[in-house]
C-alpha cells in the first residue's frame, strides 16, 4: 500500500465517496475512511430524490437548480439501475401560490437544465385524470412533471465500490482520531473498532464528514473553522400506499414548504420531509411526535384517504449539514455546497465541504478535485460524467429491455426476485447469480426476498457486516420483513 498517499478523504456519506471515486479515477491513491458504515449518516436518510429541487427558485438559487437538473440526466444514464423517473402530481393551491407563478416556475424547471431524457410538464384536470381519483374534490386542477427516484445508500456503496475498483483504500468501521501537518504532508493515525490504531502520510486531506465537518476540524484537526454548517433535520414516514398509479405527489403546505408523497418499495409510500433546526448530536437523532402529526396534517389536507400516526409502518430522520448562510428560516438555507480549501504556502491542503445535496453530489466532488489541483499536478483531468456506475452499464441506459434479458438468463427466478437484483445490482447480478440454476441454489431464504447467496453477495464485495448494514442500507429487506425473520437473520450474521 502506497504511503504517503495523496489524498485522505474523512468521511463515507456521497460526498466522501464521490470524491474518492473521482480522485482514484484520476491516477491518485487514495484513503478514505469512515467511522461508521457507508452511508451509515445523512446520505441513507433522504427523501431519495434526484431533483432540481422546484421550490429552490422561490430563493433564485437559479444556479443550483440549473447545475441539479444537468446532473440528473448524468446521473440517469450512470446508474440506470438505482436512478429511475418518477412523475410528481402538484395540486394547485391558490392559497399558496398563484397559477401562473406555479407554470412560470415549471417552465423554468423544464428549460434550465436542458432536459433530454425526460417528458415535460403538463396541466391536469383532476376531476378527469386518474391522477385526481385519491385527492380531495376541492382540488381541481394539478400540474404534472419529472424528476428521479434514486436508492440513495445504494448510490453511496457504488462510489465507493467504483473507488476501490479505481485503486482507493476504503476504511470502514476507522475513525480518523487525530491529523497534523508535518514535514509537507499530513500525518494522520486512524483508529479501526477492534482498537488497533495505524499512523498513515498523504499529500492532502479532505474533510467530507457531513454534520461532523466542525467536529473533524476542531477535534480531529485542531484547528478553527471560519466556516459553519448549519444542522436541519428532515424526518420522514413510510406507510401504506394509498393511491393507484405510478405516480407521487408534491403538496403545498400553509407554511410554503412542500411535502413529497411517493411511490415506496411496491406497496408502501414515503412521505416527507420536515425542516426543524437541530443542535443536537446528529447520531441521535429522531422523529418527534410534532413532525409525524405535521406530515400526516398535510397530507390530510389533499387526499381523500387519511391517515393518522397509527399507520406509520416505518420512520427515519436525518441531518442535513446545510452551509450556514444565516438564513432566518431553515427551509430558505441554501442546499448549496462550500469549499473551506487552507493551505499556507509549503504545507499540506485541506479541503472542508459544507453543505449540499445528494443530486449534485458528483459535480461537488469534480469540483472539489480541481480545487485541489494546484496541489496535485500530476493527476488527471475530469472523468466522471460520462462513466457508468458499477452495474449502471446497461445499453442505452434502458434497464426494461436489460431487466428482460435477464430474465430470460435466469429463468428460475421469480418476477420480483429478478426485479430486485436487478434494481440493485444492474449488470453485476449476474455475478451474484454465478452457477445458480434454481432457488436451492440461492441457500437459505430469511423472509421476502432475501436470500443467503445475497448476503454473502454483499459480505464479500460490498463490507456489509452485520444485519443493519444488508437490511437497512444495501436493501430495503427490514420492510418487507417480519421482526421475527429479522431477528434470526441477524443471529445468523452474527455467526456465519
Excluded at 255 to 280: H, K, S
Excluded at 336 to 362: C, H, M, N, W
Aim: proline share 5%; hydrophobic share 45%.
Amino acid at each position: 500500500m502506497n504511503d504517503p498517499f495523496d489524498l485522505l478523504v474523512i468521511g463515507g456519506g456521497v460526498n466522501g465517496a464521490g470524491i474518492a471515486r473521482d480522485a482514484a479515477g484520476r491516477g491518485l491513491s487514495v484513503m478514505l475512511a469512515e467511522k461508521g458504515d457507508l452511508a451509515e449518516g445523512t446520505s441513507s436518510r433522504s427523501g431519495k430524490l434526484i431533483h432540481g429541487g422546484l421550490r429552490y427558485l422561490e430563493y433564485y438559487e437559479f444556479r443550483l437548480v440549473r447545475e441539479a437538473l444537468i446532473e440528473r440526466e448524468v446521473l440517469l444514464r450512470a446508474a440506470p439501475h438505482i436512478v429511475w423517473p418518477l412523475r410528481f402530481v402538484l395540486p394547485h393551491s391558490a392559497e399558496q401560490r398563484p397559477a401562473w407563478l406555479v407554470r412560470l416556475g415549471l417552465f423554468l424547471y423544464d428549460h434550465l437544465g436542458g432536459r433530454e431524457r425526460l417528458p415535460g410538464t403538463r396541466r391536469l384536470d383532476l376531476r378527469r385524470a386518474p391522477e385526481g381519483a385519491a385527492i380531495r374534490p376541492a382540488y381541481r386542477t394539478a400540474f404534472e412533471y419529472s424528476d428521479c427516484w434514486v436508492d440513495d445508500a445504494r448510490l453511496v456503496v457504488l462510489n465507493a465500490l467504483d473507488a476501490a475498483a479505481r485503486g482507493a483504500a476504503v476504511r470502514l468501521r476507522t475513525a480518523v482520531v487525530s491529523a497534523r501537518r508535518t514535514g509537507g504532508l499530513w500525518q494522520a493515525t486512524l483508529r479501526a473498532a477492534d482498537g488497533i490504531t495505524e499512523t498513515l502520510h498523504a499529500r492532502a486531506l479532505v474533510n467530507a464528514a457531513g454534520p461532523w465537518v466542525e467536529q473533524v476540524i476542531s477535534g480531529v484537526l485542531g484547528a478553527n473553522a471560519s466556516r459553519r454548517v448549519r444542522l436541519v433535520k428532515g424526518s420522514h414516514i413510510v406507510v401504506r400506499k394509498f393511491w393507484d398509479g405510478p405516480h407521487a405527489y408534491l403538496l403545498q403546505n400553509d407554511d410554503r414548504r412542500v411535502i413529497f408523497v411517493n411511490p415506496y418499495e411496491g406497496d408502501l409510500c414515503l412521505i416527507g420531509t420536515t425542516d426543524i433546526p437541530y443542535d443536537g448530536a446528529a447520531e441521535e437523532v429522531a422523529i418527534d411526535d410534532g413532525e409525524r402529526a405535521y406530515l400526516c396534517r398535510v397530507v390530510n389536507r389533499y387526499m381523500r384517504q387519511e391517515i393518522t400516526p397509527a399507520d406509520i409502518l416505518h420512520e427515519f430522520s436525518g441531518v442535513r449539514p446545510l452551509y450556514d448562510d444565516n438564513a432566518a428560516n431553515p427551509s430558505a438555507v441554501t442546499r448549496d455546497y462550500v469549499f473551506d480549501v487552507e493551505a499556507a504556502v509549503g504545507q499540506a491542503p485541506l479541503l472542508s465541504v459544507f453543505g449540499g445535496k445528494i443530486t449534485t453530489y458528483r459535480r461537488l466532488a469534480e469540483h472539489a478535485l480541481q480545487k485541489l489541483g494546484a496541489f496535485l499536478p500530476n493527476m488527471a483531468g475530469d472523468w466522471t460524467r460520462a462513466a457508468p456506475l458499477p452495474g449502471g452499464d446497461l445499453p442505452d441506459a434502458d434497464f426494461a429491455a436489460w431487466l428482460a434479458a435477464f430474465r430470460r438468463r435466469h429463468p428460475f427466478l421469480p418476477p420480483a426476485l429478478a426485479h430486485h437484483y436487478a434494481r440493485l445490482y444492474g449488470t453485476r447480478a449476474d455475478a451474484l447469480l454465478e452457477g445458480a440454476r434454481g432457488l436451492a441454489d440461492l441457500g437459505r431464504h430469511f423472509g421476502a426476498l432475501l436470500y443467503e447467496r445475497e448476503a454473502d453477495f454483499l459480505r464479500r464485495t460490498e463490507w456489509a457486516q452485520n444485519a443493519e448494514d444488508v437490511l437497512f442500507r444495501r436493501t430495503k429487506h427490514h420492510l418487507h420483513m417480519t421482526a421475527a425473520e429479522r431477528d434470526a437473520f441477524a443471529a445468523w450474521m452474527a455467526h456465519a
